[in-house]
């Protein structure tokens, strides 16, 4: 028996009900496995994801959609510096919207638990290809394979679940009708009212180069949970992900009996972008963007008129004041910086230090101290080729190494400025040709803002000899509200110092990890329990995710008119 | 004992809680009566309003808040035509915008529960003035005493408690605090993480002329209750009312400890506007504007990077297919377009019907036919003084009786167009000076829109020939996508058209009132179950209330560390 919609909403509705109690307590809960590691996985599930990339290198991504007017693709992969060969059809974007607006009165039309359950349904479909995808992401991205397979994969999906679970609060917080009864003068009157959700219209998602599908999941599925079709722009160095992904959405809206066109791929080059026809169309009402401030900031600057959701970048700190164990400190922030080679919107770049030392147990630990243990935790992680290329992965575009060396330079060139690491490159053990770049740390005077005081993205770690902790949060928060900041980190062993600097960096609008050492990775964000992005200074104006995401995605329509006697009846 | 804020949250909190469940439910309920008949009132009541209203007069204004930089006012009454003689203070915006700034802090680390308590006390404050409240109405705006009493008293107030129970269904979605607990690797990591809401910074109130006080208590409500200053700016000609509101919210936060300056008034002259000073200010990143179409559309066209929640006006259609009680629609439409002499902004305007007639139990009714009911019931209401007053009360501005009497002479010169009912004035019993007008009637052929394809602003009916009722829904939804509809208006027999046109209206984003005939007003909107405004036409982009209206107003502030050993005890 072919499982119908309905059905498919009563077989997830416990996944959105745990999703709910997740984000309403913030503990941890996944539905999936985060690890690569085989013994979570079915057997021939590494090998079969990896047998289904080889098979897109080299041809034509089948993606049946409107409006096909040529086959492009300019990917190079930054472990094998080689071109995927892979070509993704070029839609007319109009239409795409065309075909998207054809769409939207039949999903609008569907019950919102049917449209929850299908995008469960598409993320629970998306795990299953993950070792692909964990492939895919690697290859266009330069993300570690074991990295891809994570935060590309299940966190990303449980961003996008994250996204449901609030869908799902918001439209659910409206009861589809109600019986109205009020006394006027001697009159009693009875209502009927009927409230029915409307969607906004057609939803834009702007995909990032560096990490795709983390912000485009959750886009995507606030915006077909609440109704509206979804059209992905990826970065054209980086669309092999949402490709899968929309192909992927689009087979599991068909298989339900559902317009595979609520989802459709825009595909374009550097050289000819096409945002701006969907960004300009006046159907197009919601617009989801992740991608570099530039770009971000004029949205925010110039759309009027429509739903616009933004995650750019910022300028993230680390303020060191103290530790109960500095190596593990230096070891943290190393491993923060290293990850993904520093090309994450997570990934720290100003790193504050006492210029007289920061506090620990065994009395004060002087700049230099601190400085050379961050640097040995680095090349600790640099030199072994196993664990750098687990890490650090490859840095996708070679602009970021430009941005880095340059920034040797200047550094070179600067009184006070101190280069205590150069940014060599090291060996990957698989790909020979992968771009690789290890951090750049230079060590800076306070007030060297000419170097660190806008965000470089890239490998490199300023490290800034500060008055004091007081005076490190005072910058670090004051450079946060005028360039951004998505992840700040705290190291301290004073308490009130510590409660001091949790005002300041939520007075700022700055997410604060404090003492963060061991395992988990500083600049992890947990879906369902870390806010991601606080909207309240310019690294974006929008919150992975909150009631906010969601609720403005669609409207309430209602009517109203007398009830009939046998209403009356029921509701006495 | 004085009582404190946290007894005052205490105390309304079974309030909160009763507004929640009314919203969540959409069933009648409100904390006041609506009515100003004196056996729902403290004995006196009326007399000492009266008097407080009386007193205001031809006097300053006092409020004692910062940057005074001289005393204007500008407000004439409509049923004398005298001005009132009242002076405000005109504040310097830069002082009331300094001031707000000041103030945000502490009220932004006050509890939410606390500020949402104090928001429902200085609207149960306003409540115990609303006598005095309906006096200072009636005599800037033109509305009867009985409909100031109640539309801009408690049906206004409880928009503003509806608003507040939003805002603390979206605060309390956030949880303050979790112990998160996940295995990496081999370690147990447990973090304690804290929530923390903040509000986005100081919001701007811009009240519109002829019904001030029903659009701004939810707005003031929702922006104060997530944390943010409030400035109210009223409209130049209708001051009185927002600035008894403004000194109730000021004295209210005295009273509790807190800064006045977290509600100020901005008033102005319409030879010198002062809105945009407030507008382009980076400190204030909330704008709710309630107004012309000119205006709510140039805001909606070019203010980026704030809030802006807007409601304009629209283009209200009747659609009368068909009628059980000819007479009854009759009077029903009749009443709805006399109403405060048709200066609200659920006034309909145009009324399509059938050129073939309507269908009732007796037989089709002719369309000549349908126009003499329902001019009879306008007369009916119009020749007798008492219900004439108590109905239509005054016109506030002279332009909007010169629109209609421009209307009329461009009637008399257009092929098919028939002057049914010329727009007299009526002898108000009380105020031989009031500026009356009872509505022009016109009956026009489909197709005249250079009549009625537009908003008036003022007492008049245009009565459609429409080919059939399809067409006038066609009609009406095409008009209503194009120029915004707030309340439309449906009068059929047949379910099936009835079901059609449900449709056709949702699908236009235009919410639909069904068939009501009888005691309440058709274009009564009840807080907690009406949904005003769908945010999918012209008329406005918010809606009063849902939890869009609130849930940007606030953001979310983490910080997380390592959970102390006792957490994890505690947790367990």
Known sequence: MTETPAMLAARHAPLIADAIAAVETRRHWSPFRDSPSARFHAPGAPEAGRAAFNARLDRRFALDQPGITGWIGEEVSPYTRRPLGISYPQSDPAALIAAA???????????????????AEMALRLYAVNFEMAHAVMQVTGQSFTQAFSGSGPNALDRGIEALAYAAKAMRDVTPEARWQRQFGAEDVVLAKQYRLVPRGIALVICCASFPTWNAYPAMF????????VIVKPHPIAVLPMAIAVAACRRTLADY????????????????PVARRFIDDPAVAIIDFTGSPAFGGELERSVTGKLLFTETAGLNAVVLAGAEDPAAVARAVARAACLYSAQMCTSPQ????????????????RFDDVAAAIIAAIDEIADAPASAAGIMGAVQAEASCDIVRALEARAGQMPGARVLRRPRPYAHPDYP???????LVVAVPAGAEALY??????????????DDAEAAIDEATTLGR?????????YATDPALIDRAADAFAGAGMNLSINLTGAMWANFAAAYSDYHVTGLNPAGNACLADLAFVAGRFRIVQNRRPALPQDHAHAA
């Open 257 to 272: 009996g559902f317009d595979p066109d609520l989802v459709t791929l825009a595909v374009d080059t550097r050289a000819e």
């Open 350 to 365: 100003n790193i504050y230090i006492p210029a007289g030392g920061i506090q620990t147990p065994a009395g004060p630990m």
């Open 453 to 466: 005081g806008a965000e470089h993205f890239g490998p490199v770690l300023f490290l800034i000899a500060a």
């Open 433 to 439: 040709e992968a771009r690789t770049m290890t951090p």
């Open 101 to 119: 607006a054809a769409a939207l009165p039949g999903w609008a039309a569907t019950p919102p638990e049917q449209r929850i359950a299908l995008c």
């Open 222 to 229: 606030a915006s077909l949970a609440t109704g509206n079709p």
């Open 482 to 490: 005028r360039h951004g900041a998505i992840s700040s980190y705290l």
